[in-house]
């Protein structure tokens, strides 16, 4: 399984932090932040908008040949998160947490 740490909160950082792992680049353009999954680790995108009142939306549209696990490690409180699955199967947990949460294609 491959772990990717994610230090920060703002999405453009958020999007940096994954570009770096997966070593690849990221494309910005009106608060508006994409970049593609190479093809050894796997395939599509992730995609993220700011808005201006502080709100922001990430994409996750992708497979990945290996699990990968992408944890986010912020000492800020994050104040609200929606969680959702068009597509497959999603496994969340909470830090310092050992039971983890299916989220199957359609719920949140």
């Known amino acids: 399984m491959k772990v990717i740490k994610v230090n920060s909160l703002p999405l453009k950082e958020v999007i940096r932090d994954l570009a770096k792992c997966f070593e690849t680049s990221f ?13 050894n680790i796997g395939s599509g995108n992730i995609r993220g ?3 201006t009142n502080g709100m922001g939306i990430l994409l996750y549209d992708c497979t990945f040949l290996e699990d990968v696990e992408i944890q986010f490690i912020v000492n800020d409180i994050h104040p609200l998160k929606f969680l959702f699955c068009s597509e497959g199967t ?3 947990r909470f830090e310092d947490d050992v039971e983890h949460h ?5 719920e949140s």
């Open 102 to 106: 299916d989220i199957e294609s359609y």
């Open 49 to 51: 908008i700011n808005f």
């Open 27 to 39: 494309e910005e353009s009106c608060n508006y932040y994409s970049l593609n999954i190479p093809e």
């Open 90 to 92: 999603l496994y969340h």
